[in-house]
């Protein structure tokens, strides 16, 4: 189902605007653009949603449960004079995944960009983790990458122009305690995003990969404090990262002034890996 929230008059007209390189940029260089954001409702996912708006793209994102949250977010998207759709649909279906790309572009035009956020934890050492437990972080976090890449990107290639940008994570550059499923899944994406790359650049699409740090998110309000302080320790920085600092490395991918960078994995982690 596509949830859409207010009947869109307290919005401007909209102009297709024809998709065309730009030779420069403004505040609003996404303008024209249709973002799909997997995950959208929440963290850093709805964060992304928000930040591609202040650029002027429309923004389509799925959600699972949270459906009061999906319409919060919609409304701040809208509020920022672009057009918004929250498509319930989970990424480990093809059938929903389907629909979601279908219902996007009937709603606002083709899909040029994607963001791949939609991503879980079930965090046990290896010998107490279950073969549940690594199921269910493959599929959403493997299987739904080739869902959603896989039917959005032929609207990028009839185009000749997109952005796919993946949300990966540090721990898939240097593993983490009682990570190893998510780890595993974090280091796919990772080489996903480079193979893809290879394979597109030609088309006219760049293929990148965000990797947070440890980010100030719901997944991170879970942890003890005891343990969120070591966190802060050994990161230079001194803090956790934002929502919004990961989004402004996903909008910066997404923009015409990365249009020179395909197939790269950028660090956004407070140094924590130097």
Not at 45 to 51: E, K, M, N, P, R
Not at 199 to 209: L, M, P, Q
Request: hydrophobic fraction near 45%; charge should be positive; glycine fraction near 10%.
């Amino acid at each position: 189902m596509v949830l859409t929230v207010g009947d869109g008059s307290c919005l401007p007209a909209y102009r297709r605007l024809k998709l065309k390189k730009e030779k420069g940029f403004t505040m609003k260089e996404l303008q024209g653009k249709v973002c799909l954001v997997t995950g959208g409702a929440r963290g850093i996912g709805s964060a992304i949603a928000l930040a591609m708006a202040d650029l002027g793209a429309d923004v389509v994102f799925n959600y699972q449960t949270s459906r009061e949250r999906a319409e919060e977010v919609c409304r701040s998207v809208q509020g920022k004079g672009v057009r918004c759709h929250a498509v319930a649909a989970n990424v480990t279906s093809e059938e929903d995944v389907n629909r979601l790309v279908q219902e996007t572009q009937d709603a606002l035009g083709p899909i040029s960009i994607l963001v791949n956020n939609a991503g879980i934890t079930r965090d046990r050492t290896f010998l107490k983790m279950t073969k549940a437990m690594w199921d269910e972080v493959m599929h959403v976090n493997l299987d739904g990458l080739f869902n959603v890449t896989h039917a959005a990107l032929p609207s990028m290639i009839n185009l000749g122009w997109g952005r796919i940008i993946n949300i990966s994570s540090f721990v898939g550059l240097t593993g983490n305690f009682g990570q190893t499923n998510y780890a595993a899944t974090k280091g796919g994406i990772n080489s996903f995003t480079m193979t893809l790359a290879r394979e597109v650049a030609r088309k006219g699409i760049t293929v990148n990969a965000v990797a947070p740090g440890f980010t100030d998110t719901d997944m991170a309000k879970a942890v003890p404090a005891a343990a969120l302080d070591q966190i802060k320790a050994i990161t230079p920085i001194g803090r956790l990262g934002t929502p919004e600092e990961i989004a402004h490395a996903v909008t910066f991918l997404a923009s015409p002034r990365a249009s020179y960078i395909t197939g790269h994995v950028l660090s956004v982690n407070g140094g924590i890996l130097m």
